[in-house]
């Protein structure tokens, strides 16, 4: 996403936070790379397991599994939030949504992650997957692409090599250029 920022114009605010120079495209994906670094680090937490099932159940309905959808009820009933009006100086009064009552710091992060992920429902709810190397398993938000199967570029290309189709075109292919590479030199 391309865009021109004009000195008096208004900024995005993906590109206000700095998020462009991190690599980011948009807030969104910001949001998403932060979830998922999150559920790295503790992978064992209460909270990390419930955005977790979340996770899987958004991802299973994204997927069109539609008995999914009946077993949202109960992992979504726990979260409590309200609108609230915020005076931005520059951009004036905003809706926002707020927590209910005061959290700990885990607590707060898993109600902006379950925030997170329903705010991607239903338009974008299809890019949360699982990667699909067997060896990783990591959730990631497919971003950039509709078809996008892998985490990153080492999952891909670990994929790649080890596929036994893969293995036997690159074994004849490096026969091939061994036999033409051999005769350049002795001529």
């Known amino acids: 996403m391309k865009s021109v920022i004009r000195k008096n114009g208004d900024v995005p605010e993906w590109a206000r936070l700095g998020l462009a120079q991190r690599g980011f495209q948009s807030l969104e994906d910001a949001m998403a790379d932060e979830l998922f670094r999150h559920l790295e ?26 008995s999914a959808f009946f077993q949202k009820g109960d992992l979504l009933s726990r979260y409590e939030w309200h609108y609230g009006l915020t005076f931005s ?13 005061e959290l700990a710091e885990e607590d707060a992060w898993e109600y902006r992650a379950v925030h997170f992920l329903m705010s991607l429902v239903p338009h974008r709810i299809n890019r ?25 570029g080492n999952c ?21 250029y061994r036999d033409l590479t051999s005769r350049r030199v002795f001529r």
């Not at 977790?52 to 069109?64: A, C, F, H, N, V």
């Not at 100086?89 to 009552?101: C, D, I």
């Not at 891909?156 to 026969?175: E, G, I, L, N």
């Open 156 to 176: 891909r290309q670990r994929h790649y090599d080890s596929d036994p189709a893969m293995r036997k075109r690159k074994r004849k292919y490096m026969r091939e």
């Open 41 to 66: 680090a503790r992978p064992k937490s209460k909270q990390a397991e419930r955005v977790e099932q979340i996770l899987d159940l958004l991802s299973r309905l994204g997927r069109g599994d539609q």
């Open 89 to 101: 100086g520059r951009r004036g009064l905003r809706a926002e949504l707020m927590f209910t009552k």
């Open 128 to 152: 949360l997957r699982r990667c699909a190397d067997e060896g990783c398993g990591k959730w990631f938000y497919a971003a950039k692409r509709d078809d996008q199967q892998f985490c990153g």
